[in-house]
């Protein structure tokens, strides 16, 4: 090989391997550049970040000396009227909600003991149930909730146009006592203000469900079940809603209520069509006893 042609390979050569180190090398400067980007973002929100946790941590403080310098009245023994009378002011400070209340025994020891309540068939609105269960556990006496169920119930209202939301709840509360006469009584205790949470767990903002109005002449009259017949209307379950009929309301399919009949539980739908006449005849299901 002719030495000008081999020095010209070995200088391409040369030329290209520089060329793709350099290329490699601002690839590597790229992405050292947008890390450095995203460091920088970071610290500047770090500022803002760290204002929100001296925030919190304050108030965690705050929080934790409050509970922490509570004073609480422990009886000697379990009186039945004392823990009733913090029950009933629990009521009053929730609002109105539904309750019953068994007595369930006692569990014992030397120097402590503690009344077993059954707080059950429970209904009201969260934030009151929150003001009752906060007022029991932080309120003068020693008592604690041990054991708590909560179900969210949906009943449609009449028209079908809206939805009352209502919790069914069901507790167990423990009165503590003692055979220590100092604690039965304290004047510095007292009950803690209420704050209500900034958030209702049973009606989360992002799935809130918008309840359809269902119209007369939405309704299918083979689908329908008649639940009550009562003043000249008939109240009759349709697609979960439930929805009131009178005579000559028309449905769906051209149908009309034509008869509705309270001694027989029955309502008539009529279509007349090309002389001929369809008539859709639904009554109520009365469930047999077993």
């Known amino acids: 090989m002719h030495v000008k042609t081999r020095n010209s390979i070995i200088l391409g050569s040369t030329w290209l391997a520089m060329t793709a ?19 920088n973002i970071e610290l500047a929100n770090l500022s803002s970040l760290i204002v929100d946790v001296d925030s919190l941590t304050v108030r965690a403080a705050e929080v934790k000396q409050a509970y922490d310098s509570r004073d609480k009245e422990i009886p000697l023994n379990d009186q039945l009227p004392g823990t009733y009378s913090s029950i009933i002011a629990g009521l009053d400070q929730a609002g109105h909600m539904k309750l019953g209340i068994d007595v369930a025994g006692r569990q014992s020891a030397p120097d402590w003991g503690y009344a077993r309540y059954i707080l059950k068939d429970g209904e009201g609105q969260f934030a009151n149930i929150y003001r009752f269960i906060h007022y029991l556990e932080n309120g003068k006496n020693l008592q604690k909730i041990y ?34 006469a100092d604690l039965a009584t304290s004047p510095t205790a007292a ?13 989360p ?16 009259p083979k689908e329908v079940e008649v639940r009550l017949i009562i003043a000249g209307k008939a109240l009759v379950k ?14 769906k399919g051209g149908y009309v209520v034509s008869n509705i009949d309270a001694e027989l539980g029955v309502v008539d739908f009529t279509l007349e069509e090309g002389g001929q006449t369809r008539r859709v005849e639904k009554s109520i299901q009365f469930e047999k006893k077993k």
């Open 205 to 220: 903002q992002f799935a809130r469900a918008e309840v359809k109005e269902i119209l007369p002449a939405d309704v299918v």
């Open 238 to 251: 349709f697609r979960n809603a439930v929805i009131a009929l009178r005579v000559g309301d028309m449905v």
């Open 21 to 39: 180190a350099l290329f490699f090398w601002q690839l590597r400067q790229y992405k050292e550049l947008d890390q450095l980007d995203k460091i």
């Open 191 to 203: 009950a803690l203000p209420v704050t209500l949470p900034r958030f209702n767990p049973f009606s």
């Open 147 to 180: 054991a708590l169920q909560l179900v969210q119930v949906e009943n449609p209202g009449p028209d079908s146009k809206s939805v009352t939301r209502t919790i069914r709840f069901q507790m167990e509360l423990h009165a503590c006592y003692s055979k220590y």
